[in-house]
């Protein structure tokens, strides 16, 4: 078993954090900034699942709040500021959930499946909870249909990805003992 002492963890953790956060703000150029695209495959939400898996919950939930609003300051305001403020809460959920799932279940292959659908779905209630309020504070509604349409219809493509990527990547990072069995 590797056995690592608690300063190099946690050295090992903010280093694994800062290849995500970095990952956060670059995947997005792959998707040629069009937006239709980005909000299909949700670039962002794969360095945020995986930094879950990789650093635990804490560093993951600081990595998911952080990379939208940073994005969203460094790039000429993309994702917009509303959009960044909902994500911000979603992928910290993301964080959160993903690393406390993956640190209580058998280590199991079935299980890093659970995980990653668990965070999907909370991070997602979490993110449609955010736009109500936002939307409530500016008068608007935030409808059923708009939920349906941002968190699922739209994103299914990046569910895919998500769901095909992440458990390949977590079992690949187990085998080369960057997570801990």
């Known amino acids: 078993m590797y056995v690592v002492s608690e300063n190099k963890a946690h050295i090992r953790n903010l280093t694994y954090a800062a290849i995500c956060l970095a990952l956060c703000l670059v995947l997005p150029f792959l998707t040629g900034q069009i937006p239709q695209i980005g909000s299909a495959l949700c670039p962002m939400h794969l360095p945020v699942l995986l930094a879950g898996f990789v ?48 640190r209580l279940l058998p280590k199991k292959t ?49 569910i895919i990805v998500q769901l095909v990527l992440i458990p390949l990547l977590v079992m690949a990072l187990k085998k080369a003992r960057i997570i801990q069995k």
């Open 55 to 102: 650093c635990g919950p804490w560093w993951a939930a600081a990595v998911g709040f952080v990379a939208p609003l940073l994005r969203h300051l460094t790039f000429g305001g993309m994702p917009p500021i509303l959009t960044a403020i909902a994500m911000a809460f979603e992928l910290l959920t993301y964080g959160i959930v993903s690393g406390l799932l993956y």
């Open 110 to 158: 079935g299980y890093i499946y659970l995980s990653l659908i668990g965070a999907m779905i909370v991070g997602r209630v979490v993110w449609g909870v955010v736009q109500v309020i936002i939307l409530g504070l500016s008068g608007s509604a935030f409808t059923w249909a708009a939920f349906w349409a941002g968190a699922i219809a739209n994103a299914i493509p990046g």
